[in-house]
């Protein structure tokens, strides 16, 4: 079934059976997810963050716990996260998230779905994520979008991303390092969050390109990015995120930065949000320089 019909048989479900007390936003927007859950259900004191799964994410589960993560870490600790199980899904699909939402609902089965959405004793199976791990995620954002905006202010535009890129790749050896954490190497399926194209690894810190054409890019670009980087810096433990290694700060290049839209500078946010900084740069050495620098400062700051 495709993700669209999905999405609109449970948003009819909810119209038709929830009460008026609780506000119901469809594809919700946050400051800083470009990935958000499909629905969220708030009221009485209940917040619940609803996930259908799309195309992308039925090909590879890990894009759904990716969407996870992000959602575990950016909205209220007491958000109830529920999925959305669809006909033809496997087995195999579902043994690798169903540990990590609160509840899995078949998409047929409306009627108890809908009555979970109001009753505040349906608490699932995960643990609130812990104060350490959210305020750990909010000064990694914080650090980031104050390099970000530093760096906004004194060099507004600069070389071509994807130049940059090629003359890294002939300065610098490129290092190995695990591209995901324990726990999604340990997936039942076996699955990897895969590696977006035009990325350089530099001492543990990945370097990739956004180009801005017309001061406005395409928030795939960006999304990609920031699913990977949630899927490799995270594990999960039944639904709670953790660092699966070393954090380090990732570096967007771009020639530009984004200047048209409603909110020109979400992507700057979304993008700290996930671990990256956004930055023009003159040549590599810029590049490398600003790198060592971030590693040297999440060194110190973030342990």
């Known amino acids: 079934m495709a993700y669209q019909e999905a999405l609109r048989r449970v948003l009819s479900s909810i119209e038709r059976r929830l009460s008026k007390d609780f506000i119901v936003s469809s594809r919700p927007d946050h400051p800083h997810l470009f990935d958000t859950p499909d629905i969220i259900v708030g009221g009485r004191g209940i917040l619940s963050a609803v996930f259908v799964p799309k195309a992308r994410e039925l090909k590879n589960p890990e894009m759904l ?16 996260c529920f999925f959305i199980t ?10 690798t998230v169903t540990e990590h939402f609160d509840k899995l609902f078949k998409l047929e089965d409306s009627g108890r779905f809908v009555e979970s959405l109001s009753d505040v004793e349906v608490t699932g199976t995960t643990r609130a994520v812990p104060a350490e791990i959210r305020k750990q995620a909010q000064k990694r954002y914080e ?16 070389a071509d991303p994807r130049e940059l890129l090629i003359s ?22 076996g699955v990897r969050t895969e590696r977006p194209r035009n990325l350089l690894n530099y001492h543990g810190s990945e370097i990739g390109i956004v180009p801005i054409a017309n ?5 795939d670009s960006i999304s990609e990015l920031c699913a990977y980087s949630f899927g490799s810096s995270y594990g999960l433990d039944r639904g709670i995120p953790y660092l699966g290694r070393k954090i380090s700060p990732n570096i967007l290049l771009v020639n530009r930065w984004p200047e048209r839209g409603r909110d020109p500078f979400k992507p700057v946010r979304a993008a700290a949000f996930a671990g990256w900084a956004f930055t023009a740069a003159q040549d590599s050495e810029d ?6 620098r971030l590693q040297k400062i999440f060194a110190h700051q973030l342990k």
């Open 86 to 95: 669809i006909p033809l899904l496997t087995d195999e699909f579902s043994a």
């Open 168 to 189: 890294l790749r002939q300065s610098v050896a490129e290092n190995t390092f695990p591209l995901l954490s324990p726990a999604f190497s340990r997936s039942p399926l």
């Open 143 to 158: 650090l980031l979008l104050r390099v970000a905006n530093l760096r906004h202010g004194r060099q507004p535009s600069g």
């Open 287 to 292: 590049v490398t320089l600003l790198a060592d």
């Open 215 to 219: 001061g406005q890019l395409k928030s």
């Open 65 to 80: 716990l990716a969407r996870l993560i992000a959602t575990r870490l950016a909205f209220p600790s007491n958000t109830r």
